[in-house]
């Protein structure tokens, strides 16, 4: 009995590629084939691809050529000098390809900017390195003595590893006066020996022969097996057994488990007794890959192995059966394993490319190749990734993909991918491979760095320290690493009148603001400026934003009485007739504060009188009037101190000392004389005159400063860097102090004032200049006394 094994090793796979192929790639129209004698050893010579591809010296290397077989083996490498192709590890034939004949192993050369393949095969050719071998040591055949010359018996073969010429060629049999062995050839390229009867037996002559088969391979010099032939003669047995069929075909799916009947075979034997009882056995038994194995009494064939279609795809057995008279006859059976979808894909990563830039379309991330080890429509695959990531599939040379980007990456969208390949076959049930791979975008200089707030406003009081921090500004960039690393700086001030280098500074580092002195509020309200962030890319983008520094009021400025001004040494005396009722005004108390706010509200109190409960002095506005029916009990001359006080915190304070004269009406004493009317007559046309210049003036000053008012609101409203640059003239009056509501500040206009001196006599008419001092300094609870310096500049006859 015989059995035949066809084992495959590494069959090419076809994939079947569904989406029409839209890249074109630059690939040879042939394949250039290489041989290489097998267990050739590792590191040899055997080619020069620069030359064989038509290509630049140091082109190999600078295109990063890679050398891709199908699965995980790499059989060629590249000398990393010359870049020759050379021999990675030793080669076996046998191993690799098996008996298929001629052994050839595809491969790719894949070349990088831009991408190309060139197809290559590498051929192994056989060495005659292995010996023909037999099943057994020895065999047994029994044959009847009265068996008639030239009957054929066959035999065990013998089996080479080796292929071509080196395989098995021939049979020889020992020297002897009956048999002769011939080599017979059969249908699957094997060679059978069979030995012939040449003369007949006789076993009262020889009961029992041994003889010795050969078997030769063509190497040079040949290699040779042996087996040893015992040969029994038996008595008369005229029948042997004849099976049904002499040729049985079974299929059978490579899944099937252990046990499973693949086919039943049947012998029939026409003698009687035990020479007419039948047993079956496999005729070629090799244990290690006999699948099978048959019911010597039954003659059903079973599986007892576990089959793989990608390993053997058929098998050839032969069946013997032998009757109790020794005589037996045989079939041959073969067995087609069919394939199941029981491979999944593979894929094999040839590049991959990692980080890759932002903002650039049509990148190759990555190619590889995929294949799948199951035959038919089990071997047909689809590649494919998710359908929302920006990455395209697209179908190379045979089973090759290129993984590339669809469009121009944004990392400040999106920094990292993680991209799963899936390959799934047509079988059923389908297989699929699901292959990883993370890709990271690398950043551009392409996002300027954004600040918090287009505007920042900051508050500080006024008379700070110098280097106080007064606030801060941030800006954000959403690049990367020294991309995203900001500075910041100031920038020319808008109005080149700001001494803005003077006033504040800027850490470059955490866009902390500095106040560089002391602010005044009275001489500087706000200023703005602008602050720039720049990043540290190349090409560095910058972006700016605008501060406005508002400077709050701080109570350093006590109240100033305007009127009445202290004259030590002509003070002005306040008449008031002793007929006057309960609240006469007296006169009124007129008093300004340089600050502003609740600093710059100031409130009135009597804090001394010579008389007291005669006079009062209202709080709000300042007016000085009797708080009840004079008598003429009461004194002639008063003496008032009248105390001004803000409302800041702490409270400053000034006093004003008034000089009041109770008198019984307007009598001859106090008013002028007809004859001093008359010679004052001249002297009041010029007066009027002055009234007249004075009214206008007033009207203009209070004209320009409704102006400067308007000027002011509309520079704060249109972002002006100073309220410096929009402020009332120059002078200790604001315009925010001027008041037109008679709640006891003076307005820049001009004051009139009737008064009589002490002593004189006679009536006086005075009226009061422009009003400009300068203030000078007050601390809080501390009386203004009169000075006459200031007077004089009020008063003139």
Known sequence: MEMVQTKVHHKKRQVVIFIILILSWEAGSESIQYSILEETESGTFVANLTKDLGLRMGELAARAAQVVFKGN?????????????????KLDREEICGSTEPCVLPFQVLLENPLQFFQAVLLIRDIN???????AREMLLKISEITMPGKVFPLKMAQDLD?????????KISSNPHFHV??????????????VLDKALDREEQPELRLILTALDGGSPPRSGTIKIQIVVLDINDNTPEFAQEFYEAQVPENSSLGSLVLTVSARDLDAGSFGEVSYALFQVDDVNQPFEINANTGEIRLRK??????????????????????????????????VN????????????????ENLPEIIVAVFSVSDADSGHNQQVTCSIDDNLPFLLRPSVENFYTLVTEGALDRERRAEYSITITVTDMGTPRLKTEHNITVLVSDVNDNAPAFTQTSYTLSVRENNSPALHIGSVRATDRDAGANAQVTYSLLPPLDAHVPLASLVSINPDNGHLFALRSLDYEALRAFEFRVGAADRGSPALSSQALVRVLVTDDNDNAPFVLYPLQNASAPCTELVPRAAEAGYLVTKVVAVDGDSGQNAWLSYQLLKATEPGLFGVWAHNGEVRTARLLSERDAAKHRLVVLVKDNGEPPLSASVTLHVLLVDGFSQPYLPAPEAEAADAAPAAALTVYLVVALASVSSLFLFSV?????????????AASVGRC???????????????????????????????????????????????????????????????????????
């Open 182 to 195: 011939l080599t017979r050839n059969r249908k699957d390229g094997r060679k059978s020996p069979e030995l």
């Open 163 to 171: 292929a071509g010429s080196n395989s098995l060629q021939s049979y």
């Open 342 to 357: 029981d491979n999944a894909p593979e894929l094999t990563m040839s590049s991959l490319t990692s980080p890759i830039p």
């Open 73 to 89: 083996r790499q059989y060629l490498q590249f000398d990393p000098e010359t870049y020759d192709l050379l021999l990675n590890e």
């Open 727 to 797: 402020s009332v003239p120059e002078g200790p009056f604001p315009g925010h102090l001027v008041d037109v509501s008679g709640t006891g500040t003076l307005s820049q206009s001009y004051q009139y004032e009737v008064c009589l001196t002490g002593g004189s006599g006679t009536s006086e008419f005075k009226f009061l200049k422009p009003i400009h001092p300068n203030f000078p300094p007050q601390g809080t609870g501390r009386e203004m006394e009169g000075n006459p310096t200031v007077r004089s500049s009020f008063l003139f006859s």
């Open 129 to 135: 390195d292995h010996a023909p071998e037999f099943p």
């Open 707 to 719: 102006l400067v008012f308007v000027a002011v609101r509309l520079c704060r409203r249109g972002g």
């Open 306 to 339: 576990t089959l793989d279609f990608e390993e053997f795809q058929s098998y050839q057995v032969d069946v013997e059966a032998t009757d109790g008279g020794g005589l037996s006859g045989k079939c041959c059976l073969v067995i087609k394993v069919l394939d």
